[in-house]
């Protein structure tokens, strides 16, 4: 159950397998960005950031990616479990210009 | 906890009534957001306080009033509402400008009827 390039509003997995989450930026100018996790009935979470001088960072079981040349931004997560069921959606930042923009929500469904 | 405090939890309100969303953070931060989430839409911006001084208002309707009397409180102050305006309204904190993470509350989900 991966998807990958494009951005899907939903996505279903298996627990125990890995899953990614796409995101297209749209400003070129941004800088940093962020992704958060939003379970229901909840407020979104930090997950992981990652500022535009990287290309890969690593937390515990995700990973952002980001790709400046084609302003794609991804989160895998690996050996999914159901607590990772939410809404992920990432933000993009222009720092200079105080610009915060979210991207469209994939709403992660993780099947035992 | 985020350390954003967001209340009431829910609404239920007429067209015509008058109602405040409040807002309070405990992170010692100076910049505090509105946002507006409708279902399958990307969050948006509304307001944005930056040392008790708005910043941005992101053309919001005139019915949706801000009010920040400190860094640590923001209100959204409601009336004569459409039932369009149906929708999780999130409360943000930040450090400061230029905007970095911001840390949300768990949002007031709020009904027009």
């Known amino acids: 159950g991966e998807s990958v390039g494009l951005h899907l509003p939903t996505l279903s997995v298996q627990e125990g397998d890995n899953s990614i989450i796409n995101c297209a930026y749209s400003n070129s100018a941004s800088d940093y960005f962020i992704w958060y996790k939003q379970e229901s009935g909840k407020g979104p979470q930090f997950i992981i950031d990652?500022?535009?001088?990287?290309d890969k960072r690593q937390g515990q079981r995700v990973t952002v990616l980001l790709n400046k040349t084609v302003k794609h931004l991804s989160l895998q997560i690996a050996a999914t479990q159901p607590g990772d069921s939410a809404v992920y959606f990432c933000a993009e930042i222009e720092t200079s210009g105080s610009r915060l923009t979210f991207g469209e929500g994939t709403q992660l469904t993780v099947n035992p | 906890e985020t350390g954003v405090t967001q209340t009431p939890r829910h609404l239920v309100m007429g067209m015509t009534n008058k109602k405040s969303l409040k807002c309070e953070q405990h992170l010692g931060h100076n910049a505090m957001y509105w946002y507006k989430q409708s279902a399958k839409k990307p969050l948006e911006l509304m307001f944005v306080?930056?040392?008790?001084?708005?910043?941005e208002n992101n053309s919001v309707p005139s019915r949706f009033s801000p009010e920040c009397p400190n860094s640590s409180h923001l209100f959204l102050h409601l009336h004569t509402l459409q039932p369009e305006d149906s929708a999780l309204y999130l409360c943000?904190?930040?450090?400061?400008?230029?905007?970095?993470?911001?840390?949300f509350g768990e949002g007031s989900r709020l009904t027009v009827l």
């Open positions: 943000a904190s930040s450090r400061g400008l230029p905007v970095g993470e911001l840390f």
């Open positions: 990652i500022r535009s001088n990287m």
């Open positions: 306080y930056n040392f008790k001084e708005q910043t």
